[in-house]
């Protein structure tokens, strides 16, 4: 009987192969071969227009020891991740906690505050933030009314980083909504309870709020982290790198050695750096995410 | 007492609220303000409200460059993102149905996978890409973002889908299935309906980042007649040597109204869109 059943679903659930081809065929032609592929050019002196020739470590090796440009890149694209995703991450939370309450206009609150966040890598925006901070823009205004100095944000090389992170902080939204959701998840029961045993409301926070909604934070965390790391948009169009390269991100090195100067081995070569930076850190994550990542229930497919 | 104390913080609330929603807001509240202003009036000034309001930075930023104006490059835009929206939505939507639906050999290795490719950065497979479409002479249409879109290697939307899917319950199909529906119809007739509140979360975001997108439209699109709005800004930015702040504020102001006005009208699809597919990540 049962063994009918299996048989009687087979033709039907081959069918699966029909809906899934298109994106079959995707990973195989635009994931998996490129991903090969740049792996491949890696070890390459690959251009385009010219033949490829096989050099080995050469580009690699180059890029260690020979680039001076490379390390100030890796540095400045790790300094902006560990800015950005930590807080955005505080601000996002802190937000959300404070929303989560029984006010009223709560919608059309967290939906002005999303506003920021539609923008995301937006020419339109990263150019608002270059004109805010110029060191006759507003912000400089604000502060000399305020009696403060004027502060070079995009010309220091003390600043011009920190401008930058600034525009990702501001975009908190999507994290927020998330935390916002996960909030109204936490059982109340556990709140009560806690209040019973006279726990106090920073007791709370810690040892109820934070592990009920670690699952959201480590969402979060990985998604942000592979993003930061991969950031062109607003330090390509507010600072162009500079000044002195204190913006420099990998994103930019990439952009300019494989598209400006097409240098298209060695850009690759970079950009399996950045791909194994990125799983790095993401086994990391993983790694010690059985020490502080709680999951309720075990989903399963 | 009690009443009077809560009425206290309540007031303390919303005016914490309003405080930083008013910071969150002002640089597009001031960027709406400074399309009407000149250099003077922009630059080491505090002052939000313009002198008087006048739209010569609109008609004149408008004329763009050369001889391609912001009607063309809106234009080119929405053929850009509007077809990559809806390629993206039908391709997932079908992906996701085999996914959730059936039981086939090879599931969980593929599923495995789809999962993996969540995390594959762009950066790593720009280059091949790049070569690959210059190979096709895709370089300078918009077909590198078309295709992709039609191959649904936009995992997360497939992954949204297939969560979304998975809530639904499965004797929908099977009574499709004993009326007599193939897969086909069981899937348009049945389940699609059920899932438009999905479908048009990830239309919308598919639609926001191709829009936002600067860095693949910097890479595909060369020639200025097919430049989006993004490589529009950016070119204006960089094409004068006295830059007329007023002028390039009022075009990026243009730049932002589609994405706030879709936003404001469906904004119940976005905050649904994210908070579902980030909690069930």
Redesign the interface.
Known sequence: MKQKKISHYKTRDYQAFLYIMPWILGFLILQLYPFMASLVYSFSDYNIGAKAEFVGLKNYSKLFTGDNEFWNCLKVTFVYTLYTVPGKLVMALAVAVFLNRDIKGINLIRTFYYIPSLFGGSVAIAILWKLMFLDNGVINAVLNTLHLPTVQFLGDTRYALKTICALEIWQFGSSMVMFLAALKQVPRSLYEAAEIDGASKAKRFFRITIPQITPIIFFNMIMQMIQALQNFTSAFVITEGGPLKSTYVLGMKLYKEGFSYFKMGYASAISWVVFTVILGITLIIFGTSKFWVFYGDEGDF | MKTRNYKAR?VR??L??FI??AL??Y??I??FF?TFKDNRE?????KLLPEHFRFDYYIQGWKGTGKVTYTHFFINTFLLVLPTTILTVV?SA??A???A????PG?KI??A??IA?L??????????????Y?KFNWINTYLPFY??A????YPFF?YMLIQFL?GLPRELDESA?MDGCG?LRT?MQVLLPLMKPALFSAGLFQF??T?????NA??FINSVKKFP???A??MS?DAESVVQ?GK??A???V??VP??LL??AA?KY??EG???S????
């Open positions: 309540m609330d919303y914490i609220i930083i929603g969150l807001l640089p597009i001031w960027m400074a922009i630059l080491g000034s505090i391709s079908l992906v149905y085999g996914f639906r059936f039981k086939f599931k593929l599923f996978i789809l490719t995390m594959l950065p762009n950066a790593v497979i720009i280059i091949p890409r790049y070569t690959l210059n295709i992709p039609v191959l649904a290697c497939t998975r299935y897969t899937f926001l980042w829009y936002n997108d600067y860095f910097l890479i709005i993004s490589l800004l950016r930015l702040w390039i504020m075009m990026a102001f730049a932002v994405v706030m936003f404001f904004q976005f905050v994210i908070a579902t980030g909690l069930k990540g």
